[in-house]
């Protein structure tokens, strides 16, 4: 077997986790609502905070609610990702870990840098590629911890799995693809000189002589894997948890199926064993990050029944798709087991882009599926993709008018990405997709990506605008406003007033050719609304 290629400086009692969400405010034009984000705008952060006669952002309140509540609550930095948690669990108790998030890593200079080196210098590196979208974004995360003097890096996560060779090339010197509950502490073995490499799981890894190596498959029982919880206070934190991995569906935009060669997922009795934990470690609630909580259906069914029974109250989310949720039953079960929100992939308004997009799903379904968790209060994050090849302006403006009368809530509108290389609609010859690099900009036959983009932000205007009941998640990002607000609460009406006073700011063309440039009056609607707290 080929020897690894590992500098003799690297410390293995120590070690770096890095994981998260890329830096928000660094994201470009492209993710154009964000402008609107009164806590990345510093414009729109001082004014606002001016029309409510606020000291800051986080003391402006909404006149008449109970005891001056604050309206946004900051995201805390101490909010754990499932990344963190997990490998914490995997690491020997003996070893040093320094927890950084991603967008803070890329954010930090100057003195914070060099506090940095001097905890990680030498150390191991655990790198989670999950939010890390192409291979120029990764190879600046590399470099930064380059400049940290971090001894050896290992990669793993979702871009890192689907393109492991890649991965290296551009300066990572391991990767754990897929599972990693074994090969993490066996890789920590051998650095220690303790275990051969030829011993560690689903490894690959650069060699003495420059070339790639790799070790063999194996997958992990997900029942046999213990629960990990946080350590420290919970209370007010949401535990993030995993009952599954991969997914049945092949939806053509999606390679997440491949990330793990076989669907698999935790019984109902482990979830149930495992919440009894978290609820008693005092969370605040629990986001199930699963492709597709709400399946198998007999699993659901039989979790939300012993939910009921154990007599768990702690709440929850997830993400689902729509067909299990035109079943009111369903919903009702749901909202029964404390369940608060579920993240829907709807995709598009147009049928024959789902069924371009062998999504699975019928439009017609969404319907119902909408009003019964209106009904139960159940609240839905809707998501939609624009640009998706054999999109037109006709089934953009299908989406949007689905979206303006339809939708309630939270939603997000994202412009077609090339993910990685495995998209299956990328070996599509009748997609006639060009383009250069995974993240890069791209062309098919019927759009581009730069109109496609132009689109996202007219349907974006137009939803806004003719739907009161709607929300865009890009607008409030930072806070936990989607995660505490429903459209039946009185806060979600001031959002919705404040998010129309930001577009109004923004663009002001745009609004004025919907009708809708009333900055006067919005700004005195916002003064009866708002109040200073605290």
Excluded at 318 to 342: C, D, F, G, H, M
Aim: aromatic letters at 8%.
């Amino acid at each position: 077997m080929s020897r690894p290629r590992l500098p003799s400086n690297v410390d293995s009692q120590r070690v770096l986790l890095v994981s998260g969400l890329w830096p928000y405010d660094t994201v470009d034009e492209k993710k154009a609502v964000g402008r609107l984000n009164i806590f990345h705008n510093p414009e729109l952060r001082e004014e606002i905070t001016a029309l409510a006669g606020a000291a800051s952002v986080y003391d402006i309140g909404l006149r008449g609610t109970d005891g001056g509540r604050p309206l946004f609550r900051p995201n805390t930095e101490s909010e754990p990702t499932l990344v963190s948690v997990a490998l914490k669990s995997l690491l020997p108790e003996d070893v040093h870990v320094t927890d950084y998030e991603l967008a803070d890593l890329l954010r930090s200079d100057g003195r914070a840098v060099e506090d940095l080196r001097n905890a990680v210098r030498d150390a191991v590196c655990l790198l989670s590629t999950s939010y890390v979208t192409n291979f120029p974004d990764l190879r600046k995360v590399v470099g930064k911890l380059r400049e940290l003097s971090v001894g050896y890096v290992v990669a793993g996560g979702y871009l890192a799995t689907r393109n492991p060779e890649t991965i290296l090339d551009c300066g990572v010197d391991a990767v754990v693809v897929g599972d990693a509950e074994e090969s993490i502490p066996a890789l920590l073995r051998c650095m220690r000189g303790e275990d051969d490499w030829s011993g560690v799981p689903n490894l690959w890894y650069g060699t003495e002589d420059g070339g790639k190596a790799y070790t063999f498959d194996r997958m992990v029982a997900l029942d046999s894997i213990p629960v990990t919880v946080p350590v420290g206070d919970l209370s007010g934190i949401s535990v993030p948890y995993e009952s599954m991995r991969g997914c049945p569906y092949k939806c053509a935009f999606c390679s997440y199926p491949l990330v793990s060669t076989k669907w698999r997922f935790k019984s109902a009795e482990k979830l149930l064993a495992d919440w009894r934990v978290i609820e008693r470690s005092g969370a605040r609630e629990i986001i199930a990050l699963d492709s597709t909580f709400t399946i198998p259906p007999k699993r659901l069914r039989d979790f939300l029944r012993l939910y009921d029974e154990a007599g768990l109250t702690i709440p929850w989310g997830a993400y689902s798709r729509v067909t299990p949720l035109r079943n009111e039953e369903t919903v009702i079960q749901l909202k029964r087991a404390n369940n608060r929100w579920l993240s829907i992939g709807f995709e598009s308004g147009s049928q024959h882009m789902l069924d371009l997009m062998n999504k699975g799903t019928r439009l017609k379904d969404a319907y119902p599926a909408l009003a019964h968790l209106r009904k139960h209060r159940v609240s839905p994050w809707s998501n939609f993709i624009i640009g998706y090849p054999g999109e037109t302006e006709e089934t953009v403006d299908a989406t949007t008018t689905f979206m303006s009368e339809h939708i309630f809530g939270f939603y997000g509108i994202y412009v077609f990405n090339i993910r990685d290389r495995a998209m299956p609609v990328l070996s599509d010859p009748d997609a006639g997709i060009h383009w250069e690099d995974v993240g890069s900009d791209w062309t098919h036959v019927t759009m581009n990506s730069d109109r496609a983009t132009e689109l996202r932000w007219q349907a974006y205007v137009r939803v806004c605008l003719a739907n009161p009941d709607a929300i865009n998640v890009d607008v409030f990002r930072s806070s936990n406003v989607e995660k505490e607000y429903g459209v039946w609460d009185p806060e979600f009406s001031a959002l919705k007033h404040i998010e129309e006073w930001a577009l109004c700011r923004i663009d002001p063309t745009t609004v004025a050719a919907e009708g809708g440039d009333d900055i006067a009056g919005r700004e005195r609607v916002l003064r009866d609304l708002l109040v200073p707290v605290g």
